[in-house]
T-cell receptor, first 111, second 113 residues
Framework: DTEVTQTPKHLVMGMTNKKSLKCEQH?????MYWYKQKAKKPPELMFV???????INESVPSRFSPECPNSSLLNLHLHALQPEDSALYLC??????????FGPGTRLTVL | KQEVTQIPAALSVPEGENLVLNCSFT??????LQWFRQDPGKGLTSLLL?????REQTSGRLNASLDKSSGRSTLYIAASQPGDSATYLC????????????FGTGTRLQVFP
């Protein structure tokens, strides 16, 4: 099973709201990733968790807060976002810097 | 700083053609290179992974080659089909930070019947 699942598929939120994105994988992968993708652009890495510890933070604003409760689950907590944060948020997982498998993404719209 | 470029940016071909997508990177010190396809508004689907010690990988009608010394990779698609229409992305894994992928700019492919 090479599936990464993400919920919700779509999310609309106001600038004062707090919401969370969820990502799950059951492949036993030790690394999990959050990417942001704007229209017609390649994905941009935001965060990497390796063995449940944050290993990479690509200077992401603090209004994005990642969390890795266990080896299968990755959350992205959102607070006080701006309209320019509207994008497709992608989660991925991999084993030991190997092939990355992506989820279907969450389409986020910030009003 | 590693930069990854894909040429052409867009390609439109009739069904049945064999085609080549190009990926160039500026720093040859890479860990691996991965090819993905992305349908509009969807996630990325992994097509092929080439380790830095390998020269090519094949899966069905797809063949990817890697020439580290010249900083190039090509994705060959044989006998293209309308279902191949998508955006194709290459991504380079950094040698000293193997969890980090640097993505190319993508090639948008349309195969018409």
């Amino acid at each position: 099973d090479t599936e990464v699942t993400q919920t919700p598929k779509h999310l609309v939120m106001g600038m004062t709201n707090k919401k969370s994105l969820k990502c799950e994988q059951h492949m036993g992968h030790r690394a999990m990733y959050w990417y942001k993708q704007k229209a017609k652009k390649p994905p941009e890495l935001m965060f990497v968790y390796s063995y449940e510890k944050l290993s990479i933070n690509e200077s992401v604003p603090s209004r994005f807060s990642p969390e890795c409760p266990n080896s299968s689950l990755l959350n992205l907590h959102l607070h006080a976002l701006q309209p320019e944060d509207s994008a497709l948020y992608l989660c991925a997982s991999s084993q030991s810097g190997d092939e990355q498998f992506f989820g279907p993404g969450t389409r986020l719209t910030v009003l | 700083k590693q930069e990854v470029t894909q040429i052409p940016a867009a390609l439109s071909v009739p069904e049945g053609e064999n085609l080549v997508l190009n990926c160039s990177f500026t720093d040859s010190a890479i860990y691996n290179l991965q090819w993905f396809r992305q349908d509009p508004g969807k996630g990325l689907t992994s097509l092929l992974l080439i380790q830095s010690s390998q020269r090519e990988q094949t899966s069905g009608r797809l063949n990817a080659s890697l020439d580290k010394s010249s900083g190039r990779s090509t994705l060959y698609i044989a006998a293209s089909q309308p279902g191949d229409s998508a955006t194709y992305l290459c991504a380079v894994g950094e040698l000293y930070n193997t969890d980090k992928l640097i993505f190319g700019t993508g090639t948008r492919l349309q195969v018409f019947p």
